[in-house]
């Protein structure tokens, strides 16, 4: 069954440092990878997409298919980036389901 | 644009009880997708609302089912609901398959 890890339920850096929070999944096909984030009272949005090779707000992420892994990074945390994220697999053959990780929080520090 | 709309945004039953949850899509939007949150954990894919019908489902049993109109707008709605329901019901609504999701704020549901 395709499967999204985040093993670190929280995260926690001080402003200025580095950050990398971790995703690894589990799927036999050609998966479409994302990261959504939730900041505190606010809904779900979506922050970045493999497919786009986009930097968001300072966020990267690569897809490493040998690995399996997409890794979400920041080279400088800053305060506002704390919040919920998720990382979440979209099976190819299918449209709108999305397989979630459990979420890591990352919390910077001041 | 008010983006994705859900209705209650908290709601109390009782088990055995019925439920139904409402959603407004994003305008432009004319695919409606519902997930569950159980706390602690990620949303779950329940199911998919496309031209008014059921596209994909989740591994969620019979006692989901959903609806969705002729606006886009959708419903979700639990019967003989469990202690194990109570959860945050999130509805994602795109422009077709593939397109970015875009989430509402959920609708907090708690059984007693």
Redesign the interface.
């Given at each position: 069954a395709q499967r999204?890890t985040q093993p670190e339920k929280l995260l926690s850096v001080f402003k200025g440092a580095p950050v990398e929070l971790k995703c690894n999944y589990s799927y036999s096909g050609s998966p479409e990878l994302?990261w959504y984030v939730q900041y505190s009272r606010q809904?779900?949005?979506?922050l970045l997409?493999h497919i786009s090779r986009e930097s968001i707000k300072g966020f990267t992420a690569d897809l490493n298919k040998g690995e399996t892994s997409f890794h979400l990074k920041k080279p400088f945390a800053q305060e506002e980036d704390s919040a919920m994220y998720?990382c979440?697999l979209?099976e190819s053959e299918?449209?709108?389901?999305?397989?979630?990780?459990?979420?890591t929080i990352l919390r910077v520090k001041s | 644009d008010a983006g994705v709309t859900q209705s209650p945004t908290h709601l109390i039953k009782t088990r055995g009880q019925q439920v139904t949850l409402r959603c407004s899509p994003k305008s432009g939007h004319d695919t409606v997708s519902w997930y569950q949150q159980a706390l602690g954990q990620g949303p779950q894919f329940i199911f998919q609302y496309y031209e008014e019908e059921e596209r994909q489902r989740g591994n969620f049993p019979d006692r989901f089912s959903g609806h969705q109109f002729p606006n886009y707008s959708s419903e979700l709605n639990v019967n003989a609901l469990l202690l194990g329901d109570s959860a945050l019901y999130l509805c994602a609504s795109s422009s077709g398959n593939y397109s970015p999701l875009h989430f509402g704020n959920g609708t907090r549901l708690t059984v007693t």
């Amino acid at each position: 069954a395709q499967r999204v890890t985040q093993p670190e339920k929280l995260l926690s850096v001080f402003k200025g440092a580095p950050v990398e929070l971790k995703c690894n999944y589990s799927y036999s096909g050609s998966p479409e990878l994302f990261w959504y984030v939730q900041y505190s009272r606010q809904r779900l949005q979506l922050l970045l997409r493999h497919i786009s090779r986009e930097s968001i707000k300072g966020f990267t992420a690569d897809l490493n298919k040998g690995e399996t892994s997409f890794h979400l990074k920041k080279p400088f945390a800053q305060e506002e980036d704390s919040a919920m994220y998720y990382c979440a697999l979209r099976e190819s053959e299918y449209g709108n389901k999305l397989v979630f990780g459990a979420g890591t929080i990352l919390r910077v520090k001041s | 644009d008010a983006g994705v709309t859900q209705s209650p945004t908290h709601l109390i039953k009782t088990r055995g009880q019925q439920v139904t949850l409402r959603c407004s899509p994003k305008s432009g939007h004319d695919t409606v997708s519902w997930y569950q949150q159980a706390l602690g954990q990620g949303p779950q894919f329940i199911f998919q609302y496309y031209e008014e019908e059921e596209r994909q489902r989740g591994n969620f049993p019979d006692r989901f089912s959903g609806h969705q109109f002729p606006n886009y707008s959708s419903e979700l709605n639990v019967n003989a609901l469990l202690l194990g329901d109570s959860a945050l019901y999130l509805c994602a609504s795109s422009s077709g398959n593939y397109s970015p999701l875009h989430f509402g704020n959920g609708t907090r549901l708690t059984v007693t």
